[in-house]
């Protein structure tokens, strides 16, 4: 009798039934169906693919605004069972945008799949849903595709651009008068940023069109993209992007790299060579001055070898047949082989004859 008021609360959270985004898709329960700032709220859902990871998150005005009306620093993440069910325990925090909120599950990766439940954030503002901007409801017919190629000035780092081409058909009952996109470009895990395109021309009611609307990147941008198209809070499309890497940019630093330091060692080079003292037989180059013999056999071609060798020894013969004392004879040097090599002892002058003083 005592547990019985604590099991109360507990046994209606349970006897709730499940709110379904639609006949055969996912279903959450909420443990309450209001509660104020900081306090929690458990969710409990089934049917969803087993092993799906999916984010919990608190939205105003019933998630017409996507995800930008979502408390999106305070929502949770939680990986369903092998049967497709989960329970996860998710605090209240105010949303961007006023009431009506809801509870919004939605899988992360994998096939799409989400569910919605009515919640009331105490204390938090409530205001009338924002009027639809038409009347139209656009879907998308025909694949996209992303027109346009690289040049040059992308080779070297300019932004890459592109044209998104899609092919809409309007299903409701009234006429989508320059409609109003939003184009996000992502890369990796991260979010799409998204700008609102406008789209000039009117798709009437039961027929289609082909919009086609500009794609930029940042400059450098390189690797795996992928190009989202949303409108009316839905994502239409996904179409990925492959963007090439830039290698005039490296090929720029490469030069840069090699280019300056060569610069750098060319200028210390002449600036050494001017602040240095040059000294005798030096010039400036820092060089020594080549004797006039070896200039002159320099200067001298190749076939005329033969001739110098024999003015020298013409030059040779005159000598020896001068005679000491003749000039530029003290150039020369008496070399001796052993046998031929003068004694010491022996006089090279003449013996006087007898008789004479």
Same mark, same amino acid.
């Given at each position: 009798?005592?547990?019985?008021?604590?099991?109360?609360?507990?046994?209606?959270?349970?006897?709730?039934?499940?709110?379904?985004?639609?006949?055969?898709?996912?279903?959450?329960?909420?443990?309450?169906?209001?509660?104020?700032?900081?306090?929690?709220?458990?969710?409990?859902?089934?049917?969803?693919?087993?092993?799906?990871?999916?984010?919990?998150?608190?939205?105003?005005?019933?998630?017409?605004?996507?995800?930008?009306?979502?408390?999106?620093?305070?929502?949770?993440?939680?990986?369903?069972?092998?049967?497709?069910?989960?329970?996860?325990?998710?605090?209240?925090?105010?949303?961007?945008?006023?009431?009506?909120?809801?509870?919004?599950?939605?899988?992360?990766?994998?096939?799409?799949?989400?569910?919605?439940?009515?919640?009331?954030?105490?204390?938090?503002?409530?205001?009338?849903?924002?009027?639809?901007?038409?009347?139209?409801?656009?879907?998308?017919?025909?694949?996209?595709?992303?027109?346009?190629?690289?040049?040059?000035?992308?080779?070297?780092?300019?932004?890459?651009? $592109?044209?998104?081409?899609? !092919?809409?058909?309007?299903?409701? %009952?009234?006429? *989508?008068?320059? &409609?109003?996109?939003?184009? =996000? #470009?992502?890369?990796?895990?991260?979010?799409?940023?998204?700008?609102?395109?406008?789209?000039?021309?009117?798709?009437?009611?039961?027929?289609?069109?082909?919009?086609?609307?500009?794609?930029?990147?940042?400059?450098?941008?390189?690797?795996?993209?992928?190009?989202?198209?949303?409108?009316?809070?839905?994502?239409?499309?996904?179409?990925?992007?492959?963007?090439?890497?830039?290698?005039?940019?490296?090929?720029?630093?490469?030069?840069?790299?090699?280019?300056?330091?060569?610069?750098?060692?060319?200028?210390?080079?002449?600036?050494?060579?001017?602040?240095?003292?040059?000294?005798?037989?030096?010039? $400036?180059?820092?060089?020594? !001055?080549?004797?006039?013999?070896? %200039?002159?056999? *320099?200067?001298? &071609?190749?076939?005329?070898? =033969? #001739?110098?060798?024999?003015?020298?020894?013409?030059?040779?013969?005159?000598?020896?047949?001068?005679?000491?004392?003749?000039?530029?004879?003290?150039?020369?040097?008496?070399?001796?082989?052993?046998?031929?090599?003068?004694?010491?002892?022996?006089?090279?002058?003449?013996?006087?004859?007898?008789?004479?003083?």
């Amino acid at each position: 009798m005592a547990l019985a008021p604590a099991l109360l609360p507990a046994a209606a959270a349970h006897a709730a039934p499940y709110v379904t985004a639609a006949d055969g898709t996912p279903a959450v329960r909420l443990s309450a169906k209001e509660a104020g700032k900081g306090g929690t709220v458990t969710v409990t859902g089934r049917g969803w693919r087993p092993k799906a990871l999916l984010t919990l998150l608190i939205c105003g005005q019933n998630m017409i605004g996507g995800t930008n009306s979502c408390a999106n620093g305070d929502g949770r993440a939680v990986t369903t069972d092998t049967h497709g069910a989960f329970h996860r325990k998710l605090p209240v925090a105010e949303p961007p945008k006023p009431c009506p909120c809801v509870v919004h599950v939605a899988t992360v990766t994998g096939a799409a799949a989400e569910a919605e439940a009515a919640f009331t954030v105490a204390g938090h503002p409530v205001a009338p849903l924002p009027k639809e901007r038409t009347g139209g409801r656009l879907a998308v017919l025909a694949q996209p595709r992303l027109a346009g190629s690289s040049g040059l000035l992308t080779w070297f780092g300019a932004p890459p651009q $592109r044209e998104l081409t899609v !092919t809409v058909g309007n299903l409701g %009952s009234a006429p *989508a008068k320059d &409609p109003v996109f939003q184009v =996000g #470009t992502s890369h990796g895990v991260f979010a799409p940023e998204w700008a609102e395109q406008q789209w000039r021309g009117t798709v009437p009611a039961g027929k289609k069109a082909e919009v086609r609307l500009p794609v930029e990147l940042p400059a450098g941008a390189h690797g795996d993209y992928l190009v989202s198209l949303k409108y009316g809070g839905k994502v239409l499309v996904e179409q990925p992007w492959g963007v090439g890497r830039p290698w005039g940019v490296t090929l720029f630093w490469v030069l840069l790299c090699v280019v300056v330091p060569t610069a750098v060692f060319r200028i210390g080079m002449a600036l050494v060579d001017r602040v240095r003292p040059h000294g005798p037989g030096r010039g $400036r180059a820092g060089g020594r !001055t080549q004797p006039a013999a070896h %200039s002159h056999t *320099a200067g001298r &071609p190749s076939g005329a070898a =033969g #001739t110098g060798k024999r003015i020298r020894n013409r030059t040779r013969r005159e000598r020896a047949e001068a005679g000491p004392g003749t000039p530029g004879d003290s150039a020369a040097l008496p070399w001796f082989t052993p046998d031929t090599a003068p004694s010491t002892t022996t006089s090279t002058e003449r013996p006087t004859s007898k008789g004479s003083a």
